[in-house]
């Protein structure tokens, strides 16, 4: 039986948020299909219920919601007409348009209203159903509710400013979130993170209850990131050591934002050479298929011929830097 959902991207790069939710989706066995794509609107069609774990996981969509109506009708009057009954259960609800106004709120929760049984509740505020009408190419009636709530706000518990220990060019949650979904980890499987920083790729992993190693070659730094995931309540093996202390631990991918070039961060290795290095190592230790997900802002000092470029996004930070978030599969 096949079933859709509806994802609400966040603005930040709707590009990015709809390859996340199809690669996270592809990893964990729904067989998903693109059935409308409007930027920030997007519909996918499953093999099987989310399971709300899942749906936890996105770091770039907004919300989540399953589908109950998707057809080019336009007139709501005459939807409403043919759809049965909305059944759901005993909760309180809100009836919600997401898109550019087409009718007035009042006029949609009257009419869509009519198809709620009598016995649930209206709720303004906090319901815990939301009923949401989409009319763009396609009209979309959904439901929302509590079980399908993505990381899109929660993960910013995590951000650098709410960290005790933190740097001010660390990644921003929600990217280190999407950066780790695309690399085909499941829970329990494994994921590391080479130059680990403060632990921002360390939290959003374990977070998601992704196995998680850290290294980075300045002990303080080391301290950082144990102190961080504490903080969380989160636990991840955090190692002092060179990129080559990879070589030691078995792991499905690599997810790391590496230093920007300043020589304190790279003990005088300028960073081209330890690209390169690193990706020379990379080569020796992961399998076909395998990934790594990687944040930088000069894309060819990972050019390696045993690696092919899958994605590559662009996330502006300020006027003078422009990161690049490249997805890198062993061939």
Request: include cysteine; proline fraction near 4%.
């Given at each position: 039986?096949?079933?859709?959902?509806?994802?609400?991207?966040?603005?930040?790069?709707?590009?990015?948020?709809?390859?996340?939710?199809?690669?996270?989706?592809?990893?964990?066995?729904?067989?998903?299909?693109?059935?409308?794509?409007?930027?920030?609107?997007?519909a996918?069609?499953?093999?099987?219920?989310?399971?709300?774990?899942?749906?936890?996981?996105?770091?770039?969509?907004?919300?989540?919601?399953?589908i109950?109506?998707?057809?080019?009708?336009?007139?709501?009057?005459?939807?409403?007409?043919?759809i049965?009954?909305?059944d759901?259960?005993?909760?309180?609800?809100?009836i919600?348009q997401?898109?550019?106004?087409?009718?007035?709120?009042?006029?949609?929760?009257?009419?869509?209203?009519?198809?709620?049984?009598?016995?649930?509740?209206?709720?303004?505020?906090?319901?815990?159903?939301?009923?949401?009408?989409?009319?763009?190419?396609?009209?979309?009636i959904?439901?929302?509710?509590?079980?399908?709530?993505t990381?899109?706000?929660?993960?910013?518990?995590?951000?650098?400013?709410?960290?005790?220990?933190?740097?001010?060019?660390?990644?921003?949650?929600?990217?280190a979130?999407?950066?780790?979904n695309?690399?085909n980890?499941?829970?329990?499987?494994?994921m590391?993170?080479?130059?680990?920083?403060?632990?921002?790729?360390?939290?959003?992993?374990?977070?998601?209850?992704?196995?998680?190693?850290?290294?980075?070659?300045?002990?303080?730094?080391?301290?950082?990131?144990?102190?961080?995931l504490?903080?969380?309540?989160?636990?991840?093996?955090v190692?002092?050591?060179?990129i080559?202390s990879?070589?030691?631990?078995q792991?499905?991918?690599?997810v790391?934002?590496?230093p920007?070039?300043?020589?304190?961060?790279?003990?005088?290795?300028?960073?081209?050479?330890?690209?390169?290095?690193?990706?020379?190592?990379?080569?020796?230790?992961?399998?076909?298929?395998?990934?790594?997900?990687?944040?930088?802002?000069?894309?060819?000092?990972v050019?390696n011929?045993?690696?092919?470029e899958?994605?590559?996004?662009?996330?502006?930070?300020?006027?003078?830097?422009?990161?690049?978030?490249?997805v890198?599969?062993k061939?």
């Amino acid at each position: 039986m096949k079933h859709q959902y509806l994802f609400e991207l966040g603005g930040e790069n709707t590009e990015l948020g709809k390859i996340e939710a199809m690669e996270l989706l592809s990893t964990e066995h729904y067989e998903p299909t693109i059935t409308l794509d409007e930027k920030a609107i997007i519909a996918i069609k499953v093999s099987k219920v989310i399971k709300s774990k899942v749906v936890r996981r996105l770091g770039m969509t907004k919300r989540v919601s399953k589908i109950f109506y998707k057809d080019k009708e336009r007139n709501l009057e005459n939807i409403v007409n043919e759809i049965p009954q909305i059944d759901i259960g005993q909760n309180t609800f809100a009836i919600r348009q997401i898109s550019k106004k087409t009718m007035s709120e009042k006029d949609v929760a009257t009419t869509l209203g009519r198809k709620i049984p009598n016995h649930n509740k209206t709720r303004l505020e906090r319901p815990e159903v939301k009923i949401l009408y989409y009319a763009g190419t396609e009209t979309i009636i959904s439901i929302w509710d509590q079980t399908l709530e993505t990381y899109y706000k929660r993960c910013l518990k995590h951000h650098i400013k709410n960290r005790p220990f933190f740097s001010p060019i660390g990644i921003h949650p929600r990217i280190a979130r999407s950066m780790i979904n695309l690399a085909n980890c499941s829970e329990g499987e494994t994921m590391i993170d080479p130059f680990c920083g403060t632990g921002g790729m360390l939290i959003e992993a374990r977070d998601m209850k992704i196995n998680a190693i850290g290294i980075d070659i300045i002990r303080k730094m080391v301290n950082y990131s144990i102190g961080n995931l504490d903080h969380y309540g989160l636990k991840a093996k955090v190692v002092e050591g060179d990129i080559e202390s990879s070589k030691e631990y078995q792991f499905k991918a690599v997810v790391t934002d590496p230093p920007y070039g300043l020589s304190t961060t790279t003990k005088g290795e300028g960073v081209s050479e330890l690209m390169k290095r690193s990706m020379n190592l990379f080569n020796k230790t992961m399998k076909k298929g395998e990934r790594i997900v990687m944040a930088l802002s000069n894309p060819e000092l990972v050019k390696n011929p045993n690696y092919d470029e899958i994605y590559r996004f662009q996330w502006y930070i300020h006027k003078s830097l422009t990161r690049n978030i490249l997805v890198l599969e062993k061939n």
